[in-house]
Nanobody
Framework: QVQLVESGGGLVQTGGSLRLSCATS????????MGWYRQTPGKQLELVAT???????NYADSAKGRFAISRDNAKNTVYLQMSSLKPDDTGVYYC?????????WGQGTQVTVSS
């Protein structure tokens, strides 16, 4: 079992930045894949970024060059640093962990980008 708690969402203007955090209930080093997904209005849940074994990153095209995923092993926390935010980035962001073949999800954190 993995429990995930997100934080860091909020309201920001276009061009601004936010950092999302996701704290895990077990050692993050033991979790092979951590990721961020988002649910935007009128769209399905979509991948934003993943971090595999703490080293390999993968980003959605919409996130490349603007977002960065990372983790802090000592804090058992994964981050999503978001910059140059656009109104299209508005949505609920979910942390995801893949552990022993199962997907675990956080409760989500709202990000709203005003124009």
């Amino acid at each position: 079992q993995v429990q995930l708690v997100e934080s860091g969402g909020g309201l920001v203007q276009t061009g601004g930045s936010l950092r999302l955090s996701c704290a895990t209930s077990r050692s993050i080093v033991s979790i092979p894949v951590m990721g961020w997904y988002r649910q935007t209005p009128g769209k399905q849940l979509e991948l934003v970024a993943t971090l595999t074994h703490g080293t390999t990153t993968n980003y959605a095209d919409s996130a490349k060059g603007r977002f960065a995923i990372s983790r802090d092993n000592a804090k058992n926390t994964v981050y999503l640093q978001m910059s140059s935010l656009k109104p299209d980035d508005t949505g609920v962001y979910y942390c995801n962990a893949v552990f022993v073949g199962n997907h675990y999800w956080g409760q989500g954190t709202q990000v709203t980008v005003s124009s």
